[in-house]
């Protein structure tokens, strides 16, 4: 009896121990395991944490881009305006120099009267339309005083060509062989000149 409980006391002892030499594999497994876990958390955390600097990085860099975008828009809006107020105001600056010239035009005729205003081929039917004279209300006078000289009508030497100064300048022409326009044109003028040049010899 002695020895078998013995044996049952020694099997038993073999049995705890063998327990517990499992039991602690089992927990020194844990807590490497554990440790392992660990470690490999924290590596993936780190690893996490760069990603979202990189990506805070990218998102702020995009920000600084779209704010400059957003200023450089505004510039060109504001170069814009300035543009289109400088159009304006030349609109503006032209617009006075039309008034101010219209207004120097109606001084200049009021200080000088229409009627000593040159006559030009352009203005007048009665000046040639062959010539590029001017002729002044002294001028015109002159000639028909040079007419009525030389016995080409009865005219008024008022500086105006009118129906009877035409006449007299038709008249003229026909007897010096010019075309006949009853206009003071320049070929009717320097025949005049030179008529009056040879009577006055």
Same mark, same amino acid.
């Given at each position: 009896?002695?020895?078998?409980?013995?044996?049952?006391?020694?099997?038993?002892?073999? #049995?705890?121990?063998?327990?517990?030499?499992?039991?602690?594999?089992?927990?020194?497994?844990?807590?490497?395991?554990?440790?392992?876990? /660990?470690?490999?958390?924290?590596?993936?955390?780190?690893?996490?944490?760069?990603?979202? /600097?990189?990506?805070? @990085? *990218?998102?702020?860099?995009?920000?600084?881009?779209?704010?400059?975008?957003?200023?450089?828009?505004?510039?060109?809006?504001?170069?814009?305006?300035?543009? /289109?107020?400088?159009? *304006? /105001?030349?609109?503006?600056?032209?617009?006075?120099?039309?008034?101010?010239?219209?207004?120097? *035009?109606?001084?200049? +005729?009021? +200080?000088?009267?229409?009627?000593?205003?040159?006559?030009?081929?352009?203005?007048?039917?009665?000046? !040639?339309?062959?010539?590029?004279?001017?002729?002044?209300?002294?001028?015109?006078?002159? @000639?028909?005083?040079?007419?009525?000289?030389?016995?080409?009508?009865?005219?008024?030497?008022?500086?105006?060509?009118?129906?009877?100064?035409?006449?007299?300048? *038709?008249?003229?022409?026909? @007897?010096?062989?010019?075309?006949?326009?009853?206009? +003071? #044109?320049? @070929?009717?003028?320097?025949?005049?000149?030179?008529?009056?040049? !040879?009577?006055?010899?």
């Amino acid at each position: 009896m002695n020895h078998q409980v013995r044996l049952q006391l020694g099997a038993t002892g073999k #049995g705890l121990l063998a327990a517990t030499a499992i039991g602690w594999t089992l927990f020194v497994y844990s807590v490497l395991s554990t440790g392992l876990e /660990e470690h490999t958390l924290q590596r993936e955390n780190q690893q996490l944490r760069q990603q979202i /600097e990189t990506v805070t @990085a *990218e998102r702020d860099q995009l920000a600084k881009a779209n704010d400059q975008k957003i200023l450089a828009g505004q510039d060109l809006n504001t170069m814009l305006a300035r543009i /289109e107020a400088a159009t *304006e /105001e030349l609109q503006q600056l032209d617009s006075l120099r039309t008034s101010v010239s219209q207004a120097i *035009e109606q001084t200049r +005729l009021q +200080l000088t009267g229409p009627s000593d205003k040159p006559v030009t081929m352009l203005e007048s039917p009665e000046v !040639s339309t062959t010539s590029a004279i001017r002729l002044s209300k002294q001028e015109i006078r002159t @000639a028909q005083e040079a007419l009525v000289d030389f016995g080409y009508g009865k005219l008024k030497a008022d500086g105006a060509l009118g129906p009877s100064t035409r006449k007299a300048v *038709e008249a003229f022409e026909r @007897a010096k062989g010019l075309p006949v326009t009853g206009k +003071l #044109g320049t @070929a009717t003028l320097q025949a005049l000149r030179t008529h009056t040049a !040879s009577v006055t010899q």
